[in-house]
């Protein structure tokens, strides 16, 4: 079950390797239900061990590079975070087993257990903040199921994932029984080819329109180290950096600069700025930054995305990272301080509800690092949004599988918008992805470098952008009365035949 785990990760980026998902979730099903009671839990448990243990072992990198936390330590608190993790797929797979038990096969298989997948991951999603990474939806962006993103959203392309494991298991069920069961294994198949040829369909719809003219962008990625990014002495050398790769002598009506690339409050740097932000304004252009806000009356500071040429106009942060951004239940776990030195590790969150960032007939959907994971939260701003931006310090996670999968995920997030997403990130991977999720344009890792493009504003309503996740809610909650309509049935037939 570990090495079943490990195919999810596989599955997604860098490697991409989309039909081990199906494999995965298939032989997760088909364990599950031939486990017995004792046994389900451990199962399921070593499946989520393999899954993170592999797909997220850059938490690591965090803790230990540039959390100062010692080696061992840091070790233990990946090991516990990930086996935590994992609790859910034990859940989830005894819930499995107890379900199956309880309905015949091809009902529980086909209807069920996708719903009690995607239930899992949505619920990953929200519960302590939620942590929607490696999901299998994700992993199908370059798959024919991706047709379905602008639609059903990630979660549904979960649920299509697992229905498509489902179906496949039941057809290699079937066969024990060829001839007798070869009308069931036929519509199986159907409906299994109907899927994946539908979605390869609906990737050639266009869910959105262009708007306005383009407008040249320069995204800067500064490449500065993340172990002496907030030391005082390297601060003011970082935005130099930062101002030199604008290239303000080469045309760019907009340049974007990264998840927190003036690492220190905006209000303490600007007599440095000011300079570079006349000449900027000289040329017409527009300069939006990453930095830290900070709040005299209130006393708070948040993780900010600004105009630097018009600060009024910004993006506070909203989805803080645990631990990273603010302490989780401070009173119990202070004590880690001492241990994990992460430097403005107590932010407060910006306001649920903002507007996007307005450069002419530009009209930019912020997301800050891992927020772009949660796609009801991007979809938030739009349909006003015609263009979306993300910026990122990947960096926390040194030379690791974590950039490609926020690549990734990013991908999917446009797709299911229907906009282009200017992803910017400190050490990268920088990249200029397009409506359909295809990357137009990306960075290499590591290296200071700036990628220019004329991005072309989009406008319209994708169903998933209309209906964010009821589809996959009214789904579960179906799946749910069905259910109960099928045990009382079952309770019922049973007492009849007690009583002949």
Request: glycine letters at 8%; aromatic letters at 14%; one cysteine or more.
């Amino acid at each position: 079950m570990v090495l079943a785990g490990t195919l999810i990760p596989l599955a997604s980026a860098p490697f991409g390797f989309w039909p081990v998902a199906i494999v995965s979730v298939g032989i997760f099903f088909a364990v599950s239900q031939a486990s017995s009671p004792k046994r389900v839990i451990w199962r399921g448990w070593l499946f989520g061990c393999g899954l993170f243990g592999f797909g997220a072992s850059w938490v690591y990198f965090s803790l230990n590079l540039f959390g100062n936390a010692v080696a061992p330590l840091a070790g233990l608190l990946t090991a516990l975070f990930d086996m935590g993790l994992a609790l859910l797929f034990a859940l989830l797979a005894w819930l499995h087993l107890r379900v199956s038990q309880r309905l015949k096969l091809p009902v529980f298989l086909l209807l069920f257990a996708p719903a009690l997948w995607v239930g899992a991951e949505m619920f990953r999603g929200w519960f302590l903040t939620g942590f929607p990474w490696l999901l299998v939806g994700t992993s199908q962006i370059e798959s024919p199921l991706s047709g379905y993103a602008p639609i059903v959203g990630v979660y549904g392309v979960s649920w299509l994932v697992a229905l498509s494991a489902a179906l496949c298991l039941f057809c290699l069920l079937q066969l024990r029984d060829f001839v007798t069961r070869l009308v069931q294994i036929v519509g199986a198949a159907s409906v299994l080819i109907a899927i994946w040829v539908g979605g390869w369909f609906l990737q050639k719809l266009d869910w959105s329109f262009p708007v306005g003219d383009p407008v040249s962008v320069r995204l800067v990625q500064g490449n500065i180290e993340q172990s002496i990014k907030f030391d005082e002495k390297q601060i003011l050398d970082s935005i130099k950096t930062y101002q030199k790769l604008s290239q303000l002598e080469e045309a760019a009506d907009l340049i974007i600069w990264p998840e927190t690339a003036v690492a220190d409050f905006y209000f303490r740097v600007k007599d440095v700025m000011e300079p570079f932000l006349a000449e900027v304004e000289r040329r017409d252009a527009t300069v939006l930054l990453g930095t830290f806000e900070y709040d005299a009356v209130t006393g708070r500071y948040y993780n900010s995305f600004l105009n630097a040429t018009n600060p009024s106009q910004q993006y506070r942060k909203r989805h803080l990272v645990p631990f990273g951004e603010y302490m989780p239940l401070r009173r119990l776990l202070d004590f880690l301080n001492q241990f994990i030195a992460i430097p403005m590790s107590d932010l407060f969150p910006g306001t649920t509800l903002q507007m996007p960032i307005a450069v002419g007939h530009l009209k930019i959907g912020v997301s800050i690092c891992y927020e772009d994971a949660f796609p009801e939260e991007v979809i938030d701003m739009l349909p006003d949004a015609n263009v979306l931006v993300n910026v990122s310090n990947d960096s926390w996670f040194g030379d690791s599988l974590a950039p490609h999968q926020h690549l990734e995920i990013a991908r999917f997030r446009a797709l299911e918008t229907g906009r282009p997403l200017l992803r910017v990130a400190n050490t990268g991977i920088s990249a200029i992805i397009s409506h359909t999720g295809k990357v137009e344009r990306e960075s290499r890792q590591f290296i200071a470098e700036t990628l220019d493009y004329m991005v072309q504003p989009r406008q319209g309503i994708t169903p998933y952008v209309r209906w964010g996740n009821s589809f996959v809610l009214v789904l579960l909650i179906a799946s749910t009365i069905v259910f109960a309509f099928f045990v009382k049935n079952e309770r019922l037939n049973s007492a009849s035949r007690a009583n002949k």
